[in-house]
């Protein structure tokens, strides 16, 4: 079963811009890439949504570049309130939901 | 997601015993989810089900059943519960935005904290 993969965790500081990086090599032809946020003990909540391309809404950016092999969520000027963990999620074929492993991000002053 | 509720929040229980973890959701979807979530294995789909009378297996269904009563409610069955389904089960649902099945917008409830012991 193909898998989703991200960076285990990362380290940013307040007002800096966040780029986290998913591989997902085997994404079928139809199928979309979501990004959520999860904090401890919550279940967790959409971010952004895309299928190609470029992708904006009040909270993120997403990349996805021409092959759609990977995607890359941006979190502008980040704060101490976006510390929590990252996930990625695409079926890698077959129909089959994945979730990565997900992404600590935490933040500091 | 206060439109989507879990109960119990907490359980522990002994190797054997049978356990069902319910879901209730206020928010008229179609498609509901099981997941179970692991330290350092992220997010994993037990089963799912598009509406009342559809049922699928997800990833990791071995050991787990569901039952899906309602179109606002979802039960995952753990017949035989061990020691290795020891985690945080997640419920969520989504409404049919498009064709694809990743398009839908998923949207979680607060978990339930299994212990088995």
């Known amino acids: 079963l193909a898998k989703t993969t991200q960076p285990i965790s990362m380290d940013s500081y307040e007002g800096q811009e966040v780029n986290i990086t998913c591989s997902h090599n085997n994404i079928a032809t139809n199928d979309y890439i979501t990004w959520y946020q999860q904090f401890p003990s919550q279940g967790p909540r959409f971010i952004i949504q895309g299928y190609k391309t470029k992708v904006t809404n009040e909270v993120a950016s997403l990349f996805i570049p021409a092959d759609r092999k990977s995607s890359t969520l941006s979190l502008p000027r980040v704060s101490l309130s976006d510390t929590a963990v990252y996930y990625c999620?695409?079926?890698?074929?077959?129909?089959?939901?994945?979730f990565g492993t997900g992404t600590q991000l935490k933040v500091e002053l | 997601d206060a439109d989507v509720t879990q109960t119990p929040r907490n359980r522990i229980t002994k190797t054997g015993k049978r356990i069902m973890l319910e879901c209730s959701q206020t928010k008229g979807h179609d498609r509901m989810y099981w997941y179970r979530q692991d330290p350092g294995l992220g997010l994993r789909l037990i089963y799912y089900?598009?509406?009342?009378?559809?049922?699928n297996k997800g990833e990791i269904s071995d050991g787990y059943s569901v039952s899906r009563q309602a179109q606002a409610k979802f039960s995952l069955s753990l017949e035989s519960a061990i020691p290795n389904q020891t985690a945080l089960y997640f419920c969520a649902t989504s409404d049919l935005q498009r064709d694809s099945l990743l398009a839908d917008t998923q949207y979680f409830g607060p978990g339930t904290r299994l212990t088995v012991l």
């Open positions: 089900s598009f509406d009342v009378k559809d049922i």
């Open positions: 999620r695409s079926t890698g074929g077959g129909n089959k939901l994945t």
